[in-house]
């Protein structure tokens, strides 16, 4: 979305203005400066990692050393929104509302405190505005850009044209996107919390089990009594790494999908919606293609992280950094998978990948996984117990993806009045969720 919104296409009782008309810049303190040690002090202040796109990160707060005449002039006020000045392209102009949370505290010269004048301009909504595709539009535009880096200064900041609505409309607009925004951390801490509680319930069923029996020590750890240890080769029918091909393979209008280590999470979910189609003759890799019930391993990237494929309309062809496992029936897919991305197996898994900075595991190393082995019936007990808050998760994810969409798109339309507030419902669903 442009920034260039001409003043004609606004609603009347919409003023657009320069934003040093409406409010101060206030610059921040260089570090490494010399200071008479008589007139020294410490006080905490906000780095460019503390100011994030939408939020302040505030877990970790250091200290600057300035003159203690100085304190008064770089100190942030509550209603100060806090923009970064540039770096990465990430980094333009993002930034949050200071609402005083640590007392006493300064900000660094990478960092514009933006003091609007109240009256006129809502705080929060004026940080929304510079959140959004208007408001990115304008930095990148006036940024002073080299190879993947940009920065604006003072200047450039004081000029933002600040489209303005009357006041009781700003409010309005920023507490529906308030509304969303709390959702959105409701939905993670949800997230947050289930994915502690699956951690916990992997580590006591892989060391304990279901029945209650006595542990052994193995070369895995404790287990009970009745599993066996076996290594992943032995109950394994084949293993094969996916095919490399290039990317001219790659279209929208193919038929076959190509899985890729990037279209799995941490939790081995695979996203079909990001995997690439492949334009390629059906037969010609036949035999690579998945088949429901495979474990597909990613040999590098997130290294180790397994899932199982349970079946997709079109078919589906893992790629080059992919291992396909097609297990015997003594080993039940669903428990292998939990089993590998579990907090008990991937220390194993990990120790068998090679490479100092960037991991990688072969399929002859993988096949030396060491693994519990329970009776099927377990293993399936198991795999339905942490199923189900794999199922949480998915309902979870689901629901965050969606708010964020939808603050994407009101962000987006409320700040060029492409819609209002006057009329404008929201479902209780969204702030419950």
């Known amino acids: 979305m442009s920034f260039a919104i001409k003043t004609d296409d606004l609603p009347e009782n919409w003023l657009k203005k320069p934003l040093g008309e409406c409010a101060t810049v206030q610059t921040g303190i260089a570090k490494g400066r010399r200071v008479d040690p008589d007139e020294a002090v410490f006080v905490p202040y906000l780095r460019v990692a503390n100011v994030q796109d939408g939020y302040l990160d505030l877990s970790e707060i250091r200290t600057i050393e300035l003159r203690r005449s100085e304190v008064d002039r770089y100190l942030l006020q509550p209603g100060d929104v806090v923009l970064t000045e540039g770096g990465d392209l990430d980094k333009l102009g993002r930034g949050y509302v200071w609402s005083g949370e640590i007392p006493e505290c300064v900000h660094q010269n990478h960092v514009f405190a933006v003091r609007v004048e109240q009256s006129e301009l809502d705080p929060n909504f004026f940080s929304y505005q510079a959140q959004s595709s208007y408001g990115k539009g304008y930095f990148l535009s006036v940024a002073h850009k080299t190879t993947n880096l940009a920065c604006i200064n003072t200047t450039k900041l004081k000029a933002f044209p600040v489209?303005?609505?009357?006041?009781?409309?700003?409010?309005?607009?920023?507490?529906?996107?308030?509304?969303?925004?709390?959702?959105?951390?409701?939905?993670?801490?949800?997230?947050?919390?289930?994915?502690?509680?699956?951690?916990?319930?992997?580590?006591?069923?892989?060391?304990?089990?279901?029945?209650?029996?006595?542990?052994?020590?193995?070369?895995?750890?404790?287990v009970p009594e009745s599993w066996g240890v076996v290594r992943v080769k032995e109950h394994c029918i084949e293993s094969a790494f996916g095919p490399r091909f290039g990317s001219d393979l790659y279209s929208q209008d193919g038929n076959i999908l190509t899985l890729r280590t990037t279209d799995m999470d941490d939790d081995g979910r695979i996203n079909y919606d990001t995997a690439p189609h492949a334009r390629i003759e059906y037969q010609r890799f036949a035999a690579?293609?998945?088949?429901?019930?495979?474990?597909?391993?990613?040999?590098?990237?997130?290294?180790?992280?397994a899932s199982v494929f349970e079946g997709h309309p079109l078919p589906v062809l893992p790629g080059a950094f992919l291992i396909r496992l097609r297990m015997k029936e003594s080993v039940q897919p669903m428990f292998l998978r939990h089993y590998i991305n579990s907090p008990v197996g991937r220390p194993y898994i990990l120790q068998l990948a090679q490479g100092a900075i960037q991991k990688n595991i072969s399929g002859?190393?993988?096949?030396?996984?060491?693994?519990?082995?329970?009776?099927?019936?377990?293993?399936?007990?198991?795999?339905?117990?942490?199923?189900?808050?794999?199922?949480?998760?998915?309902?979870?994810?689901?629901?965050?993806?969606?708010n964020r969409a939808l603050f994407r798109t009101l962000l987006q339309e409320l700040m060029?009045?492409?819609?209002?507030?006057?009329g404008l419902t929201f479902s209780s669903a969204c702030k419950h969720q």
Do not use: N, W
């Open 163 to 222: 489209l303005i609505p009357p006041l009781h409309e700003q409010k309005a607009i920023s507490q529906i996107l308030a509304t969303v925004q709390r959702a959105i951390a409701a939905q993670e801490r949800i997230i947050q919390s289930t994915t502690e509680l699956k951690k916990a319930l992997m580590q006591k069923l892989f060391t304990e089990g279901l029945r209650g029996e006595p542990q052994k020590e193995t070369e895995i750890g404790l």
């Open 364 to 402: 002859t190393r993988l096949g030396s996984l060491l693994i519990p082995l329970p009776s099927r019936e377990e293993q399936e007990e198991i795999s339905a117990r942490v199923g189900a808050l794999d199922y949480k998760l998915m309902i979870h994810h689901k629901k965050l993806a969606t």
């Open 416 to 422: 060029t009045a492409r819609s209002r507030t006057h």
């Open 288 to 305: 690579h293609y998945l088949q429901v019930g495979d474990v597909v391993v990613s040999r590098s990237g997130t290294c180790g992280i």
